[in-house]
């Protein structure tokens, strides 16, 4: 995999844009939609995962930025549990348990989930170590030419991968310290226009 990130960004004036969009609360309904203020991700802890709630888990599909919330809905809440436990804490390669999420044809694939509902509850689980992979984050990438040609064909597990190392540099490039701020960098950049040199 091959980043060439543009020579012409210009990093800390999209860092100082990022931290003056924060101050003024461009961020604020995002974030509340995004994370939360309901210890969402307590839910998450795996001896209360078994009793979530079909309100929870439409919560978190919200969360995580679904738009087919009828078709998530009519998933039996077991298997919306099940599938939420095996990505998080089952044992095999988290590529695997990704893959087997990430599509209605895999083992755990739930109605109207895609790739946006297991990245957000594996963030929402460890923001340290895990992303939110959204519409918003492949466009940002994109305009700032760090996301691969054909990076969405093959296994998506290994895309997954492959994104959060992609979002690893971002991070270190902005100064973040977690994906949480990553993904709101994204939702920012991702939904505006470009300027007319190209840049979010």
């Known amino acids: 995999m091959t980043i060439n990130a543009s020579i012409a960004t210009d990093w800390p004036a999209l860092a100082d844009a990022f931290r003056r969009a924060d101050r003024v609360g461009d961020l604020d309904a995002f974030r509340s939609r995004r994370w939360g203020n309901d210890g969402r991700a307590d839910w998450l802890e795996q001896d209360r995962l078994l009793r979530l709630s079909e309100a929870q888990a439409t919560a978190l599909y919200r969360g995580a ?8 809905g009519a ?6 549990r099940y599938a939420a436990d095996f990505l998080l804490y ?15 044809s895999g083992g755990f694939g739930l109605a109207g989930a895609g ?6 509850l594996l963030a929402l689980r460890e923001p340290m170590l895990f992303a939110p992979w ?9 305009r700032l030419s760090m996301l691969p040609a054909g990076f969405r064909n093959g296994h998506p597990g290994l895309c997954y991968i492959d994104l ?3 979002l690893g540099i971002l ?20 939904r505006q226009k470009r300027t007319a040199g190209g840049q979010p």
């Open 65 to 72: 930025g679904g738009r087919q919330t009828r078709r998530f």
């Open 75 to 80: 998933n039996p809440i077991d298997e919306v």
């Open 90 to 104: 089952d044992t095999i390669k988290l590529e695997d348990r990704f893959a087997e999420c990430a599509t209605e």
């Open 115 to 120: 790739r946006e509902w297991p990245s957000y």
């Open 134 to 142: 959204s519409p918003h984050t492949e466009r940002t990438l994109r």
């Open 164 to 166: 959060l190392d992609i």
């Open 171 to 190: 991070a270190r490039r902005m100064g973040m310290l977690d994906f949480r701020s990553v993904d709101e960098f994204c939702y920012l950049n991702g």
